[in-house]
């Protein structure tokens, strides 16, 4: 394997270039295109130019949608749901942050489904707030219980902490579902880039480990391999807000040594037995260097005999998901995911081994 470079990733050295931020913008959707132009004018940079700290200070895709919002004249307020509370899990390493997103009951009487959902961040920066709107949307749009839970960050916490942490609070959720207004026959997992690598990797642990297993995964652009020499990789080297080198850093920092790149948790597409995981639905955007790493996976869930739907959006960039309030290509994303969802909440049953 090749690991030339800034970091531990497999390939070369991105090259960006003077430029490449307002290239993005202009290559992208108009209203998508509108949003990385925000990002860019409040002051963010490439994190692979910025120490931890200022990456963990600089202003988020979120903030952009804001900006955006403001410039329109739109209502900022988030998407209101019946109740949203901050909890905090207690973790064999430490205490676990989490959020609860219910929605209004749907008027059966019955328990709601349960989503378990990983924010993004490349296992470094990011949290709770910055990936609220796509917690809201999945809340608001599936009629189920969101519990979005934080994790062990690096590089305080290297590899496989934020790993463990995501089974834990998978564990968690199962055996407090009923505490939560859940039903804990109906679980699904749920997850945007290395949060979406979180929740495959649950996945896997839930069926090795015997312990109860999602109904449905969705994975939006998930980490999914450790090479970056793929197309979608040469094609978006120094895009926005997620380039190459951006990559490279996170993995420098989330990694002990290259040999964690052999681990079938990172290096998902070429390590990992997929065989009896659950359906998946994998969502990616045309402007991600992880454009390549969801179509591939999806082609090896489906040759694993797991049904896998994917699609991408060419238009949008990484991170689009949670844009929904002025990208309706995230809105599309947003609407195929939750009825995936609803459909594997109405057919699937969680098995209860392991409890």
């Known amino acids: 394997m090749d690991l030339s470079g800034t970091g531990t990733v497999a390939g070369q050295q991105a090259l960006g270039g003077p430029g490449a931020a307002r290239q993005t913008a202009q290559s992208a959707d108009r209203p998508m295109g509108q949003v990385v132009q925000a990002f860019i004018d409040l002051g963010a940079k490439p994190v692979a130019t910025l120490t931890v700290e200022q990456a963990r200070r600089q202003p988020s895709m979120a903030d952009?949608?804001?900006?955006?919002?403001?410039?329109?004249?739109?209502?900022?307020?988030?998407?209101?749901?019946?109740?949203?509370?901050?909890?905090?899990?207690?973790?064999?390493?430490?205490?676990?942050?989490?959020?609860?997103?219910?929605?209004?009951?749907?008027?059966?009487?019955?328990?709601?489904?349960?989503?378990?959902?990983?924010?993004?961040g490349g296992w470094v920066i990011a949290g709770l707030d910055a990936y609220d709107a796509s917690a809201r949307a999945l809340a608001a749009q599936t009629g189920a219980v969101v519990l979005s839970a934080h994790y062990r960050q690096a590089p305080e916490h290297k590899f496989p902490a934020a790993h463990d942490d995501a089974l834990f609070a998978w564990s968690w959720a199962i055996s407090h579902a009923e505490q939560l207004g859940a039903d804990r026959t109906r679980v699904a997992v749920a997850g945007e880039s290395a949060g979406g690598n979180l929740a495959i990797s649950?996945?896997?642990?839930?069926?090795?480990?015997?312990?109860?297993?999602?109904?449905?995964?969705?994975?939006?652009?998930?980490?999914?391999?450790?090479?970056?020499?793929t197309a979608s990789y040469l094609e978006n080297t120094a895009a926005v807000p997620l380039g190459r080198d951006d990559i490279l850093w996170f993995v420098d920092k989330l990694t002990n040594s290259p040999l964690d790149l052999q681990d079938p948790r990172l290096d998902v597409v070429e390590k990992a037995n997929l065989r009896g995981l659950p359906p998946a639905t994998i969502i990616n955007a045309g402007i991600d260097p992880l454009r390549?790493?969801?179509?591939?996976?999806?082609?090896?869930?489906?040759?694993?005999?797991?049904?896998?739907?994917?699609?991408?959006?060419?238009?949008?960039?990484?991170?689009?998901?949670?844009?929904?309030?002025?990208?309706?290509?995230?809105?599309?994303?947003?609407?195929?995911a939750a009825q995936r969802l609803r459909d594997a909440f109405g057919r699937g049953r969680l098995p209860l081994a392991g409890l």
Do not use: C, N
């Open 64 to 120: 952009a949608v804001r900006r955006v919002q403001q410039q329109r004249g739109q209502d900022q307020a988030p998407q209101p749901l019946a109740s949203v509370r901050d909890i905090s899990i207690p973790g064999p390493a430490g205490a676990i942050a989490a959020r609860i997103y219910s929605p209004a009951p749907d008027g059966s009487g019955g328990r709601a489904p349960l989503i378990v959902y990983f924010h993004g």
């Open 202 to 229: 649950v996945a896997m642990a839930a069926r090795d480990q015997r312990l109860p297993r999602p109904v449905h995964m969705l994975l939006v652009y998930p980490v999914a391999g450790t090479d970056t020499r």
């Open 292 to 336: 390549s790493d969801g179509e591939l996976l999806a082609r090896k869930l489906q040759a694993a005999g797991v049904p896998a739907m994917q699609r991408t959006w060419p238009g949008a960039v990484h991170e689009f998901f949670g844009t929904a309030a002025v990208v309706s290509e995230a809105a599309e994303a947003q609407a195929m």
